[in-house]
Nanobody, 124 residues
Framework: VQLQASGGGLVQAGGSLRLSCAASGRTFSSYGMGWFRQAPGKEREFVAAISWSGGRTYYADSVKGRFTISRDNAKNTVYLQMNSLKPEDTAVYYC??????????????????WGQGTQVTVSA
């Protein structure tokens, strides 16, 4: 499975961005998917995850109520809608696929495939 993240950019605080992660492969619809981020000088952290069907979603407390994860299995794509962005959301955002877990998880080590990352910069 190859993952291609896109949609990052520069936005002012309070603005919105939508990230996309396009996946290759016919088994995408069976994978749990997640978004993680890594800010300069910090470790990568969990942002959001979604189950194979989209029926279950999980969020880090820091983004709950502002970010929404969703997926379109017909398009092999997972999305991260980010609203009310803050400067502390500035990071490289990565999408990831959990080959053996369909329910979604916030545990980084559970993910088997990773995209290349897309930069999100939020100015004050």
């Amino acid at each position: 499975v190859q993952l291609q993240a896109s949609g990052g950019g520069l936005v002012q605080a309070g603005g919105s961005l939508r990230l996309s992660c396009a996946a290759s492969g016919r088994t995408f619809s069976s994978y749990g998917m997640g978004w993680f981020r890594q800010a300069p000088g910090k470790e990568r952290e969990f942002v959001a995850a979604i189950s194979w069907s989209g029926g279950r979603t999980y969020y880090a407390d820091s983004v709950k109520g502002r970010f929404t994860i969703s997926r379109d299995n017909a398009k092999n794509t997972v999305y991260l809608q980010m609203n009310s962005l803050k400067p502390e959301d500035t990071a490289v955002y990565y999408c990831a696929a959990d080959k053996y877990g369909s329910s979604g998880t916030g545990v980084e080590s559970e993910y088997d495939y990773w995209g290349q990352g897309t930069q999100v910069t939020v100015s004050a």
